[in-house]
């Protein structure tokens, strides 16, 4: 079992910067895949982007390109999501979950983490 908490979530303006952290406890995050997903109010989960277990390869959802790195720390057991110039558009909770899978799709995720609300205003 692999236990996932997402942290650094906040309000935020317009043209800011969070950075967010998912830590693992339990097993090692190492062999697996992480993938960062968001859920606005009324919508479905979206795919944001997706580290494989090394941190050699990474696959960003259009929206977020240029503007979200994400990185992993292996020795710490967490994944880090850097989000810059911050929009409204990219107000939600945003989730952490480990897969065997360098997936894209929710349903190729094993584990969740509890999520952490990001919002930005205008």
């Known amino acids: 079992q692999v236990q996932l908490v997402e942290s650094g979530g906040g309000l935020v303006k317009a043209g800011g910067s969070l950075r967010l952290s998912c830590s693992a406890s339990g097993r090692t995050l190492s062999s697996y895949a992480v993938g960062w997903f968001r859920q606005a109010p009324g919508k479905e989960h979206e795919f944001v982007v997706v580290i494989n277990w090394t941190g050699g390869s990474t696959y960003y959802a259009d929206s977020v390109k240029g503007r979200f790195t994400i990185s992993r720390d292996n020795a710490k057991n967490t994944v880090y999501l850097q989000m810059n110039s911050l929009k409204p558009e990219d107000t939600a909770v945003y989730y952490c979950?480990?897969?065997?899978?360098?997936?894209?799709?929710?349903?190729?995720?094993?584990?969740w983490g509890q999520g952490t609300q990001v919002t930005v205003s205008s």
């Open positions: 979950a480990a897969g065997l899978i360098f997936g894209l799709r929710v349903g190729e995720y094993e584990y």
